[in-house]
């Protein structure tokens, strides 16, 4: 596995900005930052750099990012964008606007190691970790993207490809300039995984309260063992212990991803085992049932939408509380690792 060692625009600190404007006036560092940052522009176009700067900037600073290719819902509302990585790894990035708000799902490894069958990106494999420069940049390209239709970015979501306790470093450096620097509130930050507990307990302890995702999609071993074969290492009792004591540090809700497979997890048998499993979170445990998007690697069928909505109530009524993910992905195949998979896509000039 090799990483890129070049500078980036959104891979530098401010310590290596300063370095590479050594010569230059103090303030440019200024500049350039809040530029990047606060203005989302280009080197080239922040107008308060002298033209000769901005020139060379364009060619020491350049982008992580290569357009691949693109998919829009035929409304626009969701965009999920292919990109290629310097060593020609593909990762995804979806944005979805909303009236009042915008959200970006961030990828953080290019494929992922985890091999849960029913993920397109599990199907495809692990090829490396992401930079902090090319996870930050993510972000920067959607929220431009969402700037020409009058939205900003209110929620980042780190539920793309890859396993993001997996490169918790790079993922926690992304999260401090997201908070820090395109001033998002933790708040508004989550952070998934499909049970990597020492990644869980290790987060526990940093400093900024994000939220804590954990993609069950079964509440008893047998069954996760398959789904999640990262339960064999981290069963579902040690799981609940690490989400229990994040709950206790960060005072932060706890939300369970439950992707539904037809006959698979959507059972009432499974709803009561979720249930007992959330209420001992109760009432910071929350759960979002997410009708699955086919992929050609399993076989297996999403659960009709009507059943979804019957496995919510059930939930409910067994003192659960849960919701249904709106599913915006189907149509422009926006299951991680679906675009990355080889689906023909748009290229925006």
Excluded at 83 to 89: A, F, K, R
Excluded at 95 to 123: E, H, I, N, W
Excluded at 141 to 152: G, I, N, P, T
Excluded at 234 to 245: F, M, R
Aim: neutral net charge; aromatic residues 6%; proline residues 6%.
């Amino acid at each position: 596995m090799t990483l890129p060692t070049r500078a980036t625009q959104y891979g530098v600190t401010r310590d290596e900005l300063a370095t590479l404007l050594k010569g230059e006036p103090r303030y440019r560092v200024d500049q350039l930052w809040e530029g990047l940052y606060t203005q989302l522009a280009e080197p080239n176009d922040i107008s308060n750099l002298p033209k000769a700067l901005r020139a060379r900037l364009a060619d020491d600073l350049p982008t992580a990012l290569t357009p691949a290719g693109e998919s829009a819902s035929s409304n626009g509302d969701t965009v999920k964008f292919l990109w290629t990585l310097e060593g020609g790894s593909k990762v995804e990035t979806v944005l979805m606007l909303y009236p009042d708000r915008a959200t970006v799902c961030v990828s953080s490894q290019a494929g992922c190691a985890m091999g849960c069958g029913f993920c397109a990106t599990g199907q495809a494999g692990f090829t490396r970790h992401l930079t902090v420069g090319e996870i930050v940049e993510q972000v920067v390209r959607a929220a431009q993207r969402a700037q020409q239709s009058d939205r900003r970015i209110s929620n980042i979501v780190f539920m793309g490809m890859g396993e993001p306790m997996a490169n918790l470093d790079a993922v926690w450096q992304s999260v401090e300039r997201f908070h820090g620097d395109l001033g998002l509130s933790a708040r508004h930050i989550t952070i998934s995984t499909v049970g990597v507990i020492p990644g869980i307990r290790d987060l526990q302890h940093r400093p900024l309260p994000v939220n804590l995702a954990v993609s069950l999609h079964a509440a008893n071993d047998g069954l996760r063992n398959e789904l999640v074969p990262i339960n064999k290492r981290y069963p579902i009792e040690d799981l609940l212990d690490a989400c229990s004591d994040y709950l206790t540090v960060k005072h932060r809700r706890v939300s369970f991803e439950w992707a539904m497979i037809d006959g698979v997890n959507d059972r009432d048998s499974d709803a009561r085992e979720l249930a007992a499993l959330t209420r001992r979170l109760s009432p910071h445990g929350h759960v979002n049932l997410i009708p699955l998007n086919p992929t050609p690697g399993y076989p297996t069928m999403g659960t009709p939408i009507g059943r979804v909505r019957d496995f919510r109530d059930l939930l409910e009524n067994l003192g659960a509380n849960a919701t249904v993910r709106q599913n915006r992905g189907t149509e422009i195949d926006a299951a991680c690792g679906q675009l990355a998979a080889g689906r023909p896509v748009t290229v925006r000039a």
